[in-house]
């Protein structure tokens, strides 16, 4: 058995041949499994300007026309991408997973659960999955909550959760404490989480008897705000 | 004579160079940790300071961790142990010092780069993207210099010290280059996911634990002065690890959308790696048995020892935490911290703390200023780092249950606060042991003593 104690042996075997063998075991074959997924580009991602780009033109209507122009396909593009690269640089992927798991009841938590299609474009390269939830999944976050919840959180998080440990984010405002460039793109980005998908199934929502709010948001918005019989 | 030989064999400079640029990164990191543990608890004193902002911070204590604390600390071990085991010096000093300053330039640029905001979306990788060329041909540099010994060395057949080096300078460079570029440039999606799981688990597995072991196989029998006790486990433990581990990596992402034949793939061979540790434990604890007295004398192996039985629990922890049915509760939750604490301190760091009480007394040429003080840091770090691991543990279980029960998000907020006070309590108690070490390690260096025989 001398030859396993041998430099070259250990070089080739050990260093290079398990190595790849693992690549190839655990790389390779999933990616043949995957590899004819169609792959998407932002711009193709962006074809569908979603209700809630529409709504963030139009609460900020100055800051938007300053620094993306118009709300069509291209300037989504760019915003997505934008907040995309803001969601990297803040980590936020260190404290929000994104991918639902078929168990421990995330599918009524936080709505399907993921597929591999759903991965398959530009903004999930590399991808986003996290490994750590201090805050909630946000795979299905688009559309969960209206641009106002996200401008108040995204400036003062314990304003609108007060037990968040999420830290603040001052600098995505300017100095008339509305949203800047980065901050129109990070909420426009996670609104977009969830839609890289059709036919979602929406998750369940519940109207509070007696809450004013609640009749007049809807199902849609929930978890905006307290409701009214809870509130002291 | 033969001493003199050994003196001329390593580049004591170098040793030295890379042990203060391990501790410094060490400070750096845990003050890092420190601050970011403060968010936790809404104590946080720098909330509107873009460039100290707790996500980032959090990616300069990992990062450091990794390519600064343990890297630099493995690299004086290795400087130190290499030329002594092969009779044949590194390959060119100047090139040591090179990488040396090189390295820490990388490690400056990571941190100021990761601060300002262009952070990489890998973990463990963080390295801003135009770094992670110049950590590819450091690293490269870097083993070139310390291949060539063993290379060179006359003996044809290797001690198993030099098997682990020799596997692990190759899985560096290429798990480096896997993990920073493939998953960013090349394999979009849930294959690129499987990738950087390959890697998150590859940097530990394939670099951390061969240069681990491997310092292990040198300087425990080299303290004990009586060789390891079977030869057969060695190899056992070595070749086993070197076909179980790599194929680990999935387990990071287990219950996702990665093709389930691979997450059962990584599952098995994480269990089977739990095998392969106990017969490297067995071999170890047999090396000391009827020595043990010498873990009340010697403080270098109490960290030894101390750092196999952490390696022996994160291992047994993870044959467990890895199956699938406990992943639905622990998953996501503190329980991994702790887990991952007690493998990259309790184990590597421990060890390093034992090779760095070892070697420097024999750097600087003068024996310790106070053994007392080093005792202090081993209790405060110990304890610390044990009261950590079993908090952060029983948090994540905590979380992982109100998860699955369906408790509203904020529930498990308030119920993970008292664990995270206790963790940053505990991180302040590891500080504390540091700054007592460092300050021993200062009073040493400057003590006006005649040189002591290294």
Redesign the interface.
Known sequence: ??V????SF??L????G??A???A???F???L???D?P?RSVEDLAKNVPIEFYDLSSRYPEQFKRYFGDVNSASYAKVLRLGRDTY????????H?Q?V??????D??FGDV???DE????L??????G??????DLTREGGKRPNDWHVAHFYNP?EV?????M?????FFDSSEKPNERGLAIIAYVQWLGKSREGLTAPEKMIYPGCSACSIFGEKYKEVHIHEKEKK | MERNNQRQLVEIGLVKAHLIASVVAFITLLLAGLLFSLQFLYRYPFPTIELLSPGRVRMVHTNLAAYGFLLNAFVAGLLWAVPRMTKVPILSAKLGWFVFWAWQVILTATVVGLLAGYAQAIEWGETPIFVDPFVVVGAILLVINLITPIIRCKDKVLYVSLWYFTAGFIWLCLTYLMGNYFPQFFVPGVAGAAIAGLFIHDLVGLFVTPMGWGLMYYFVPVILKKPIWSHGLSLIGFWALAFCYPLNGVHHFLWSPIPMYAQYGAVISTVAVEIVVTTVIVNFFATLWGNSNVLRTSIPLRWFYTGMICYFITCLQCSIQVLLTVQEIIHFTDWVVGHAHLVMFGVFGFWIMGFLTYLWPKVVGKPWHSELLNGWHYWLTTIGMGLMFFDLVAGGLIQGFLWKNLSPWENSIASSIPFWAVRAGAGIMIFIGQVIFVYNLWATAWKPVAEVDR
């Open positions: 058995m001398k396993t104690e041998r430099f250990i070089l075997v050990a260093g290079l398990f190595f063998f693992s690549i075991v655990m790389a074959l999933p990616w499994n995957l590899k997924i792959m990297v640089a803040e980590a936020c992927w260190h404290c997973s991918y798991r078929p168990i421990s009841n995330e009524i938590r993921s597929i591999p991965y398959q474009n530009e999930q390269l590399p991808p986003l999955f490994t750590r939830r201090v805050g909630p314990r959760v007060p037990t968040s440990v830290p603040r984010y001052p600098w």
